[in-house]
T-cell receptor, first 116, second 116 residues
Framework: DAGVTQSPTHLIKTRGQHVTLRCSPI?????VSWYQQVLGQGPQFIFQYYEKEERGRGNFPDRFSARQFPNYSSELNVNALLLGDSALYLC???????????????FGPGTRLTVT | AQSVAQPEDQVNVAEGNPLTVKCTYSVSGNPYLFWYVQYPNRGLQFLLK??????LVKGSYGFEAEFNKSQTSFHLKKPSALVSDSALYFC??????????????FGTGTKLQVIP
C-alpha cells in the first residue's frame, strides 16, 4: 500500500505570496493532520481534519488554513508568506472508526518551503 | 498545556552498546506516548507507543520504551545499537481525553549517533 504522499517536494516563494500544499493520506485513513517543522525543532501541530471538518487547531495565525476533500486528501494554504514560514511541512494520517482510533500517525515525506 | 522535554540534543553510543534516549512529559490526566524516528530529508516514522497496560512497550527495529508514571518519563532504549540507528528521535505526547483527536505535542528531538 502507498504511504502518505505530499506535493510538491520543494517550493520556493517570495514574501507576501500565497502557497498551497497537498497531501494524500493512506488509503482508508480518514484523519489528516498538518505540522510545521522548523530546522532544529520538533514538529508543531497546525491542524487536524476528520471527515472534512476541522477538529483541532494549533497556535498558528489565520494566514494558515486547510481543508479536507471527500476523498480525505487535504490542502494546507498559507497566505501573505513571511520569512519565518520557511520550514518542512508534514502531513500525517491516521484511521478512526467510531470510537476507536489508531493512535499513531503516519507521516509523509514533507514539503520543504523556502520563503525569500 | 502539555509538553515534552528531551534533555539531550545528541547522544553518542558505540555500535553494539545499549542506548537510551530520554524523554519526560507533562500532560493533564493520563498520557498517550509515542516515539518517532526521522532520517535525513524524510518524514517521521512511527516506532512505538504507550497507550495503557504494561509499562514496557516494544516497537520496531528492536526498540523498546519504559513508561514511568511517577517520574513522568518515557525513555527509549535498545540493547545493542546499530550504525543504521543513527537518526533524529522524537518523543510525543497526547492526552487521553482529547476525544480521539490528534492534539499531539512533540519534543525538540535527540540526534542519535552510533559510532562504528
Amino acid at each position: 500500500d502507498a504511504g502518505v504522499t505530499q506535493s510538491p517536494t520543494h517550493l520556493i516563494k517570495t514574501r507576501g505570496q500565497h502557497v498551497t500544499l497537498r497531501c494524500s493520506p493512506i488509503s482508508g485513513h480518514k484523519s489528516v493532520s498538518w505540522y510545521q517543522q522548523v530546522l532544529g525543532q520538533g514538529p508543531q501541530f497546525i491542524f487536524q481534519y476528520y471527515e472534512k471538518e476541522e477538529r483541532g487547531r494549533g497556535n498558528f495565525p489565520d494566514r494558515f488554513s486547510a481543508r479536507q476533500f471527500p476523498n480525505y486528501s487535504s490542502e494546507l494554504n498559507v497566505n501573505a508568506l513571511l520569512l519565518g514560514d520557511s520550514a518542512l511541512y508534514l502531513c500525517a494520517s491516521s484511521f478512526r472508526l467510531g470510537a476507536v482510533s489508531s493512535y499513531e500517525q503516519y507521516f509523509g515525506p514533507g514539503t520543504r518551503l523556502t520563503v525569500t | 498545556a502539555q509538553s515534552v522535554a528531551q534533555p539531550e540534543d545528541q547522544v553518542n553510543v558505540a555500535e553494539g552498546n545499549p542506548l537510551t534516549v530520554k524523554c519526560t512529559y507533562s500532560v493533564s490526566g493520563n498520557p498517550y506516548l509515542f516515539w518517532y524516528v526521522q532520517y535525513p530529508n524524510r518524514g517521521l516514522q512511527f516506532l512505538l507507543k504507550y497507550i495503557t497496560g504494561d509499562n514496557l512497550v516494544k516497537g520496531s527495529y528492536g526498540f523498546e520504551a519504559e513508561f514511568n508514571k511517577s517520574q513522568t518519563s518515557f525513555h527509549l532504549k535498545k540493547p545493542s545499537a546499530l550504525v543504521s540507528d543513527s537518526a533524529l528521535y522524537f518523543c510525543a505526547v497526547r492526552p487521553h481525553n482529547s476525544g480521539g483527536y490528534q492534539k499531539v505535542t512533540f519534543g525538540t528531538g535527540t540526534k542519535l549517533q552510533v559510532i562504528p
